[in-house]
């Protein structure tokens, strides 16, 4: 994890710190979350729909093997996915008013793009030899949580 300081106007900054408080989050996770999730639509509006191997990015830089590896290991922020579930376990208890659905349609889009963007990475790590191919016995070790790049051959 790198620190980075920002500066934020008063509005924004006194804004930010309402919705973490809001949320029961410290200000700088709360900006971290954000920041992710801002990223991970700027991913699927540009680099993955320019892109569908994740080979290049949109102005035709190629992306770094660590890159890659970032996208295969692609996943939602932590209150994005429990704030998904509870809101689908709700679904199933009750009709949900139109602004949990607004949400839930949100976290939605986000988890297949999310999912869309892991399965690119993990296509273009294999065929960089960064990752075995799906018949190789590393893709059958129970609880494989994070993707780490075996040396290329």
């Given at each position: 994890?790198?620190?980075?300081?920002?500066?934020?106007?008063?509005?924004?900054a006194?804004?930010?710190?309402?919705?973490?408080?809001?949320?029961?989050?410290?200000?700088?996770?709360?900006?971290?979350?954000?920041?992710?999730?801002?990223l991970?639509?700027?991913?699927?509006?540009?680099?993955?729909?320019?892109?569908?191997?994740?080979?290049?990015?949109?102005?035709?830089?190629?992306?770094s093997?660590?890159?890659?590896m970032?996208?295969?290991?692609a996943?939602?922020?932590r209150?994005?996915?429990?704030?998904m579930?509870?809101l689908?376990?709700?679904?199933?208890?009750?009709?949900?008013?139109?602004e949990?659905?607004?949400?839930?349609?949100?976290l939605?889009?986000i988890?297949?793009?999310?999912?869309?963007?892991?399965?690119?990475?993990?296509?273009?790590?294999?065929?960089r030899?960064?990752?075995p191919?799906?018949?190789?016995?590393?893709?059958?070790?129970?609880?494989?949580?994070?993707?780490?790049?075996?040396?290329?051959?």
């Open positions: 994890m790198e620190t980075i300081t920002l500066n934020l106007p008063s509005r924004l006194s804004s930010a710190r309402i919705l973490a408080r809001h949320r029961g989050q410290k200000l700088a996770e709360f900006v971290s979350d954000e920041l992710q999730m801002l991970n639509k700027k991913i699927r509006l540009g680099v993955t729909r320019r892109d569908a191997n994740a080979k290049t990015r949109a102005n035709g830089v190629a992306l093997d660590e890159e890659v970032q996208f295969a290991n996943r939602m922020v209150w994005q996915a429990q704030q579930h509870r689908i376990h709700a679904a199933g208890r009750r009709e949900l008013t139109s949990e659905q607004r949400i839930l349609d949100t939605l889009e988890y297949n793009e999310t999912c869309l963007n892991k399965a690119r990475g993990i296509a273009e790590a294999v065929r030899g960064l990752l191919p799906m018949t190789d016995k590393y893709w059958s070790k129970p609880n494989r949580r994070k993707l780490s790049p075996r040396t290329k051959r």
